[in-house]
């Protein structure tokens, strides 16, 4: 594998990462486990499809325009803050949940807990390039969202054994608190301005350029084209997660009538996929170093694509992994690669509102899923939804990370 030196920073971000996706795990858990696992909640398609929109959706709009404040504002201040802010809402959040308070406040705490999360994670990919560079550069963007993600699936687990325990998610919330705490405390070791960026802060041209910038940052990227393509790509590729998303819920639904139970099964769905994406995303950086691009992330796919076929003629829990395996096995390099491509084609006076709208493409894409297996879920059975789905998107995405490689080649 490639090797990364384990400096003071690298450690550091590592750390900060890992402990608070093991918090975001937790309160995925528990935000999914009150809205659509609850007994007085029994969801459909089209209600999974509008919780997600409901959740990812509203920031995805503003995020954009928030990104621009990555770009002017101490960026170690921003995830230390950050963090301490989600450890707040939180307990704030299970304030909400324990004084039954109206649906809007409920609705309102998560959109700020999610948003929150969202631009801290943005950020986290945005300061990379200023603690490796070259060919760590690859390497650490395989490493740290691969443990980040492989931290998130054990906190939903925890927070299911926490559910299983004390019949309650209570816990759950407050331990994720402490975990944001901790990041947050975690951060302050990093100097002031050493994560950027180098522009002062100027609040008055901020407020006013606002769009202005935001504008500025979706031109850079569709001038940059191995950014532009390899963006087309991994969003295209997230389509296939909230088709999963929703096929996972309706079939642990319909197999165990215990919500702890259905719940529990699509926590362990979702488990086998961060397994998955954390195995290719930490193999991701060797394999690039010993083949080119385009093949490895054609190995990816055919992998996929060869799970989410032998899906369909096993067992509804077997079939569940292996679809989790298919919409994260090319998916998975693919986005350590997209990641990498916009750190170092996107500039450091952009690379902020750059990160934004990568994250407003990649949340719109898995709401896209899961409103085309709701529209759809009627007519065609679920899974064979999400084999088409699956295979399109995939099939598609391969051939736009196959542009961005050769352009980055050509411009190289």
Not at 114 to 129: E, H, M, N
Not at 163 to 169: C, I, Q, V
Not at 187 to 204: E, I, V, Y
Request: hydrophobic share 55%; charged share 15%.
């Amino acid at each position: 594998m490639q090797k990364l030196r384990l400096t003071k920073e690298v450690r550091r971000i590592a750390l900060v990462r890992i402990s608070g996706q093991f918090a975001d795990g937790m309160i995925q858990v528990s935000i999914a486990g009150y809205l659509l696992f609850s007994p007085e909640r029994q969801t459909s398609a089209s209600q999974i499809a509008l919780v997600l929109a409901i959740t990812l959706l509203p920031y995805s709009l503003v995020g954009p325009a928030i990104g621009v404040l990555a770009d002017v504002i101490d960026r170690r201040n921003i995830v230390v803050y950050g963090n301490a802010l989600r450890a707040a809402v939180s307990l704030l959040l299970l304030l909400v949940v324990l004084g039954a308070a109206s649906q809007i406040l409920l609705a309102v705490t998560i959109l700020l807990l999610l948003g929150v999360d969202r631009f801290v994670l943005a950020v986290l990919s945005t300061v990379l390039p200023r603690i490796v560079s070259g060919k760590e550069l690859v390497a650490i963007d395989g490493y740290l969202p691969t443990m980040g993600t492989v931290a998130a699936a054990t906190g939903a687990a925890t927070a299911v054994g926490i559910s299983a325990l004390f019949g309650s998610m209570t816990a759950a919330l407050i331990v994720a608190s402490l975990l944001y705490l901790i990041s947050a405390l975690i951060a302050t070791g990093f100097a002031k301005r050493s994560l950027g960026p180098d522009a002062k802060l100027n609040w008055s041209a901020t407020k006013s350029r606002a769009i202005e910038d935001v504008v500025q940052g979706i031109s850079v990227l569709a001038k940059t084209r191995p950014a532009k393509y390899a963006l087309l790509s991994i969003t295209t590729q997230r389509i296939a997660f909230g088709a999963f998303t929703v096929a996972s819920i309706l079939t642990a639904r319909e197999v165990y009538q215990s919500e702890s139970r259905a719940l529990a099964v699509v926590a362990g769905s979702f488990a086998v996929a961060a397994v998955v994406a954390g195995i290719i995303g930490v193999t991701t950086p060797s394999a690039v170093n010993r083949m080119n691009r385009e093949t490895w992330l054609l190995i990816l796919s055919i992998l996929s694509a060869i799970a989410i076929i032998t899906a369909q003629f096993t067992p509804a829990l077997i079939a569940l992994g292996l679809a989790g395996f298919a919409v994260t096995c090319a998916p998975g390099g693919n986005k350590v690669l997209t990641d990498e491509r916009l750190q170092v084609t996107i500039p450091d006076t952009h690379r902020g509102r750059a990160f934004a709208i990568y994250d407003t493409a990649i949340n719109s894409a898995v709401v896209i899923g899961a409103a085309v297996c709701a529209l759809l879920s009627d007519y065609i059975e679920i899974f064979d939804l999400l084999l088409v789905v699956s295979l399109l998107t995939i099939t598609i995405g391969w051939f736009w990370s196959k542009i961005a490689n050769s352009a980055a080649a050509t411009s190289a």
